[in-house]
C-alpha cells in the first residue's frame, strides 16, 4: 500500500439509493459541485456499498467502479478494509444501524435526519460518546452561504428578536412508487417518518395552528 493510499479513509455505505448515487456518494449533481462525494473527496475512498435488496448495491457497484458489494450490514462492518459508515437509509433505521456501526467501533456518518424523535437521536448519541468513536450527522445545508447569512442576521437582530418561526411545507413527494402494486416511497411510510413530520401532518389534518403548537411544546 501507498503511503497516498494510507491516508485515504476508506468508506462503506450502508444504503444504495439515490441519496447516495446522485448526491453524497457518487456523482453529486450539476449544482452541488460543492458537495464532492466520496469518490471525489481528498483522502476518500469508497470501498464498498450495501443494501438488503437483492443485486441493488452489485449494481451500484458495477456502475460506479466500487471493489466491494454486500447485502448483510454485519459482513460490511466486519470487513478490515473499511474504516468508517456512512448510513443512507430512512430514518427509521438509523437507530438499529448506528448502534450496529458503534459496536463495530467505526466512525459513522448519518444522513439527515438523524433519527425519528429526539429519544433515539440520544440514545444513538450516547452510544458513540461511551464508546469514544466519532459520529457526524450530515447536515450540510447548515454550511451553505444562505444558512450562514440567516444566521448573521437573527445574531444581529436585524429583524428584532425572533419568537416564532410559521410556515407552509408545500413539497410533493412525487410520484415515484405511487404505481399500482409499487412499494410506498420512505416519506410515506409512518414507521419511518420522523415524529416532527407526523406533527406536522396531523396539525394540517386537524386544523391546529404549528406555530402555536411549536410554542406549547417549547414551554413543555
Not at 454550511?143 to 437582530?157: E, H
Amino acid at each position: 500500500m501507498s503511503q497516498a493510499e494510507a491516508n485515504n479513509v476508506r468508506w462503506g455505505i450502508i444504503g444504495a439509493g439515490d441519496v447516495c448515487e446522485k448526491k453524497s456518494g457518487v456523482r453529486p449533481k450539476p449544482f452541488m459541485h460543492d458537495w464532492p462525494g466520496f469518490l471525489a473527496a481528498k483522502n476518500s475512498k469508497l470501498t464498498a456499498v450495501m443494501s438488503r435488496t437483492p443485486g441493488r448495491a452489485k449494481g451500484f457497484a458495477e456502475r460506479n467502479g466500487i471493489p466491494k458489494s454486500f447485502e448483510d450490514v454485519d459482513a460490511l462492518l466486519s470487513d478490515e478494509e473499511i474504516d468508517a459508515v456512512y448510513v443512507a437509509t430512512p430514518p427509521g433505521t438509523h437507530l438499529e444501524l448506528a448502534l450496529k456501526v458503534c459496536a463495530a467501533k467505526k466512525p459513522c456518518l448519518l444522513e439527515k435526519p438523524m433519527a425519528r424523535n429526539y429519544a433515539e437521536s440520544k440514545q444513538i448519541a450516547d452510544a458513540f460518546k461511551a464508546a469514544g468513536v466519532p459520529l457526524f450527522v450530515a447536515y450540510s445545508s447548515r454550511t451553505f452561504a444562505r444558512t450562514a447569512k440567516v444566521k448573521q442576521l437573527l445574531d444581529s437582530k436585524a429583524i428584532g428578536d425572533l419568537t416564532a418561526v410559521t410556515y407552509r411545507f408545500t413539497s410533493s413527494p412525487g410520484v415515484r412508487g405511487l404505481e399500482e402494486g409499487a412499494e410506498l416511497p420512505w416519506r410515506l411510510k409512518a414507521e419511518q417518518v420522523p415524529d416532527a413530520i407526523k406533527l406536522r401532518a396531523c396539525c394540517a389534518i386537524c386544523g391546529v395552528d404549528m406555530r402555536r403548537a411549536a410554542i406549547r411544546a417549547a414551554e413543555v
